[in-house]
């Protein structure tokens, strides 16, 4: 997406954590999202963070916001090879999505 | 609860000719939208509503019509199709600004190529 960006690749070995990064332009975005596609399926929605929140962590899954510099990180603990994915981050703004390109995560074991 | 039904799953048109996918939600979520997926080029926004009788272009509307006659019905409608439309089409929804946190659900999309 022309707002939202992330990098295309990203390869880890199991076991090690993952951290996907991403910079969105729109500071009035309200919240912020990490979503999930692995092949032939649609995008799932893996966790959230209100831009009044820094961090926010959910079991294996911690999110960073940074809005001072629009910066989204999702980390993924002890990565698996279940993770392997594309994880998309995005942003909602008067009622659109906005996402990024994805980021297509491997693990290899 | 089915969530977001699309159909077809797959379909092979020829150029010029015209179809209609079709979406439906029965989860009375007031958002609406849908995307194209190509590779490396993420997601991009095609039409979206906000509500019945409401719709609005997103980034790449050309090509693309759109209308919104019931809460639960989305259908996007190719008027002539051309090579440049093979993609695979995702429609997905969302419960308005009480459903903020729930973000997006997704359809499993529609395959489609034109030759």
């Known amino acids: 997406g022309e707002d939202v960006e992330q990098s295309l690749f990203l390869s880890v070995r199991e076991g090690d954590s993952s951290v996907i990064n991403c910079t969105y332009t729109?500071?009035?975005?309200?919240?912020l999202y990490w979503y999930k596609q692995e092949p032939g399926a649609g995008l799932q929605l893996l966790t959230y963070?209100?831009?009044?929140?820094d961090m926010k962590q959910d079991q294996r899954l911690t999110v960073l916001l940074n809005k001072k510099d629009k910066h989204l990180s999702l980390r993924i603990a002890d990565t698996q090879t279940g993770d392997s994915a594309i994880y998309f981050c995005?942003?909602?703004?008067?009622?659109?999505?906005?996402f990024g390109d994805g980021t297509t995560l491997t693990v290899k074991p | 609860n089915a969530g977001v039904t699309q159909t077809p799953k797959f379909q092979v048109l020829k150029t010029g000719q015209s179809m209609t996918l079709q979406c439906a939600q029965d989860?009375?979520?007031?958002?609406m939208s849908w995307y194209r997926q190509d590779p490396g080029m993420g997601l991009r926004l095609i039409h979206y509503s906000v509500g019945a009788g409401i719709t609005d272009q997103g980034e790449v509307p050309n090509g693309y019509n759109v209308s919104r006659s019931t809460t639960e019905d989305f259908p996007l409608r190719l008027l002539s199709a051309a090579p440049s439309q093979t993609s695979v089409y995702f429609c997905a929804s969302s419960d308005g600004q009480a459903g903020r946190r729930m973000g997006y659900t997704f359809g499993s999309g529609t395959r489609l190529t034109v030759v």
């Open positions: 995005a942003e909602l703004l008067s009622g659109k999505s906005t």
């Open positions: 963070i209100f831009s009044n929140m």
């Open positions: 989860m009375n979520h007031e958002y």
């Open positions: 729109d500071s009035s975005s309200t919240y």
